[in-house]
């Protein structure tokens, strides 16, 4: 009991190990800091190759062998049809077992930070909903009064899911879902012991299609010289009774600036170029398809125009970046670039829908 300072130690002795203490306490703190920076650092890094791999654009593919390497695996018959059908089926599985799978609908990083590729995707989706409706409404059906095929009125919905749900269901699962459809059309359609499932190559079948299509480069076009900002008519001019137009006078046209929002350039130029690349292939089956009607209308030349214009538009980017210089500047305009290919195949469009309709 009497030795108690001396088992304490001197109050020197106790600043030093508090001050060891603390010491020590720092430096593992540091330590831990140091650690969990340079995992984060890590982390990233390993997000920013994989979402370099996963933003990269899938090729084209040879559409006629694709659809019959297909028919050879299941050991079926390449009729009419076939080839349209298995194309849709791949550009829609593309979406789902490219690199990083679909993203559109990413929550959790790398996937949720990239923005190119989710836009490509839904130019890809856009093509493949309305080839779908084109199937279950038009290709399937002999007559406006002809029962729908009901494979395909199941697929078609299925396509339409919102592209962007995570889950309860997933948007991906849905589309799987809508290729398993199509597959078991397909099946039905290369069977000759089975008469439900048709394929109608008409040349008014396709007109309508075509419509559609046209409708859409049409809207890519208009969207995509926007970048630069343009001044837009108003096409609804007023006619009301009280207004007149004085002799010698031009009537007034209501004029606007149309512009894409900067951070929006880059995702409607990543549109186009999904589209371009989905109906390139769409187009390349419905010339198998349909190459009797396309040689009687003399349009196979202008089919091939269309899949030309749009294949240059697949060029590789270099930029890393989606410039936006002026029209007649020193830096380039990748949306105008894309713009001149667009309308190029939207005028071969008009032109082969006009060759549709004669005779």
Do not use: C
Not at 53 to 68: D, G, I, K
Not at 155 to 167: G, H, M, Q, S, Y
Not at 189 to 208: E, H, I, T
Not at 298 to 311: C, D, F, G, K, M
Request: charged share 20%.
């Amino acid at each position: 009991m009497l030795d108690w300072k001396n088992r304490a130690g001197s109050p020197g002795e106790r600043t030093a190990d508090t001050s060891s203490a603390r010491r020590r306490g720092y430096l593992g703190n540091l330590f831990y800091s140091r650690a969990l920076g340079a995992l984060v650092l890590i982390y990233l890094l390993v997000a920013l190759l994989v979402g370099w791999y996963w933003s990269r654009e899938p090729a084209l593919f040879p559409v006629q062998q694709n659809a019959q390497a297909a028919a050879e695996r299941e050991g079926k018959q390449m009729v009419i049809g076939y080839t349209t059908v298995e194309t849709l089926k791949s550009v829609a599985g593309t979406l789902l077992n490219k690199p990083g799978g679909y993203l559109l609908n990413d929550k959790m990083p790398p996937g949720v930070w990239l923005d190119n590729i989710p836009s490509w995707e839904y130019g890809v989706l856009v093509q493949v909903r309305d080839l779908s409706r084109a199937l279950r409404k038009d290709f399937a059906r002999s007559q406006s009064q002809s029962a729908e095929d009901g494979d395909l009125a199941r697929a078609e919905p299925l396509f339409n899911v919102k592209d962007d749900t995570w889950l309860f269901p997933s948007s991906e699962s849905q589309y799987a879902e809508g290729i398993k459809a199509l597959s078991r059309y397909q099946a039905r359609l290369s069977d000759p012991n089975q008469k439900g499932a048709l394929f109608y190559a008409r040349a008014d079948n396709l007109n309508n299609w075509l419509g559609d299509v046209g409708t859409r480069l049409g809207s890519l076009s208009q969207r995509l010289s926007a970048s630069v900002g343009r001044v837009k008519l108003n096409s609804t001019l007023k006619t009301e009774s009280n207004i007149s137009v004085k002799p010698g006078e031009v009537p007034q046209v209501d004029e606007e600036i149309v512009e894409t929002p900067w951070l929006q350039i880059d995702n409607v130029f990543y549109e186009a170029r999904g589209q371009a690349w989905a109906l390139s292939h769409l187009l390349r089956a419905i010339e198998v398809d349909f190459a009797d009607v396309l040689a009687k209308k003399n349009a196979t030349v202008s089919v091939r125009q269309i899949i030309r214009e749009l294949e240059a538009s697949q060029e590789p980017m270099w930029s890393p970046v989606i410039l936006n210089g002026s029209p007649f500047g020193m830096f380039a305009n990748h949306s105008l670039v894309m713009a001149n290919y667009i309308s190029r195949a939207n005028a071969a469009v008009i032109d082969l829908r006009q060759l549709l309709n004669q005779g």
